[in-house]
C-alpha cells in the first residue's frame, strides 16, 4: 500500500480543472449496459473505482476502452447476469449493476459489496424496490438473487432518500412494463445526471432532482446507441481543493465546476469568512482574514450539507481558532479519521455522531493511516497545513475517488511525494 509524504506550510495557489464525478459516471457506466449498443462518455475520472466497473464490464462481456477520460463501452455482447464476488468486494457502488441486469436479463445474481468502511450502508431498499416491481430476491452464502418473469411498474417511497436506491430502481424500472413513480427518491446533481444519460438513450424519466421521480418503461428495442454525452464535474473534488486552499490560507481558481451544486459547501465557507468569486463554471477563492469556527455543520442529503465533505471540513476546521461542531447525520462510523487527526494534535472530541473540534494554533506532522476515501483526503488537507512532515498511509483508499491527487497538489504548490 502506497503513502503520500508531504512537508506542509505551502499556501496553495493556482488555476486547477475539476474532474469528471465519480458519483455520476459509475451508474452511468452501470447503464451502458441496457441498450444493447454503443455508448461514448467524456468527463470520465481516471480512478480506481472506474477501473474496477471497467474490469467489470470486460467480464460480463462488454467491449470496453479508456483514454483521456474518454470512455467507450458496447454492450451488444453482455451475456452474462452474474458479477464476480472479487470485484464486487473492491467496490460497494458496483451493487448499481443489480438494477441494469434485473432490467435487461430479468436475474441478477451478486454477492454483498464492499468498498470504505464508513458504517453500515443497508441495501434492503434497494431489494424492497425490486420486490415491488415484482423481482423474487433470495439470499444465501453471502451471495443475493433475484429474478422475475417480469417487471411492472410500480409505486415505490423509500424509507430514506438513499442514492444508491434510487439510481438501482431507475435502471430496472426503465425496461419494466408500465409507470414506476419513485417517491421520497434522492435529488442529488448526479441522480440527475443518469436521468439525462438514460433519457439520451431513448429511456422515459422525469423528476430526477426532486423528491418524485417517474419513468414510462420501455423495450429494449427502443433503447438507442449514445454517441456524445458529458459527465458532470466532481462536486466533491472541487470541495476538497477548495478545502485545502482554505486549510493552507491559499488562492485557487477551479475550473469546470456547476456552482449550483457546490453551494452547500461554498455556504459553509463564506460562513468561516473565505473570500469566494463565481463565475459561470469558475470558483475563486482565497483567505485574507483569520477565519471563523462554525457553530453548527450539520450533514444532510442533498441540497444539504454533503457527508462526502465533512472529513475534508473537519481537517479544515482543526486549524481554525474556536469551537466547531459537526453533526453527522447520513451514516454511522464515519470518524475514523478524527483519531487519526488527533495524532497531528488536532483537539477533537466525539460524542455519538457528534465531533467537536477545538481549533489549535498548529498541526503537527505524523504519520497517519486513511482508513477511507474522504478521510485520507482529509489527512492529507491536515498533512498541508501542519508543521513539518507527515506521512499518510492507505493511498489506495484516496485513489478511488481522486485522480491525480498529488501532480494536482503539486502544480497548486504542495510540497507531496508519492511513495509506492
Sequence with gaps: MGAYVIVGGSKLSGRLKVQGSKNAS????????????????????????????????????????????????DSSKVSIWEVPENLMRKMRSSIILMGPLLGR?????V?????????????????????????????????????????????????????????????AAVLA????????????????????YLNKMGCHVKGAGTDTIKIEGCSIEDLKEVDDYSVIPDRIAAGTYLAATAATRGNIVLENVIIEHIEPVLAKLREMGCDIKTLEDKVQLWVEKPLRALDSLRTLPYPGFPTDMQAPMMALLSTVEGTSI?????????????????????????????????????????????????????????????VGKTVVEGTSFIDRGYEKFSENLRTLGANIERLN
Design 326 to 386: 459537526i453533526t453527522e447525520t447520513v451514516f454511522e462510523n464515519r470518524f475514523k479519521h478524527a483519531e487519526e487527526l488527533r495524532r497531528m494534535g488536532a483537539d477533537i472530541k466525539l460524542n455519538g455522531n457528534t465531533a467537536i473540534i477545538k481549533g489549535v494554533k498548529k498541526l503537527t506532522g505524523a504519520v497517519v493511516e486513511a482508513k477511507d476515501l474522504r478521510a485520507g483526503a482529509a489527512l492529507v488537507i491536515a498533512g498541508l497545513a501542519a
Design 105 to 109: 436479463y430479468k436475474k441478477v445474481k
Design 111 to 171: 454477492s454483498y459489496p464492499g468498498g470504505c468502511e464508513i458504517g453500515p450502508r443497508p441495501i434492503d431498499l434497494h431489494l424492497k424496490g425490486f420486490v415491488a416491481l415484482g423481482a423474487n430476491i433470495s439470499e444465501s452464502h453471502g451471495f443475493i438473487y433475484a429474478e422475475a418473469d417480469k417487471l411492472k411498474g410500480a409505486n415505490i417511497h423509500l424509507d430514506f432518500p438513499s442514492v444508491g436506491a434510487t439510481e438501482n430502481l431507475m435502471l
Design 26 to 73: 459509475l451508474p452511468i457506466m452501470a447503464a451502458t449496459i441496457l441498450n444493447r449498443s454503443k455508448n461514448r462518455i467524456r468527463n470520465v475520472p481516471d480512478i480506481k473505482d472506474v477501473h474496477v466497473m471497467i474490469d467489470i464490464l470486460k467480464v460480463l462481456g462488454a467491449e470496453v476502452s479508456f483514454s483521456g477520460n474518454e470512455l467507450a463501452v
Design 177 to 196: 412494463e408500465g409507470r414506476t413513480t419513485i417517491r421520497n427518491a434522492a435529488k442529488e446533481p448526479e441522480i440527475v445526471d443518469l436521468q439525462n
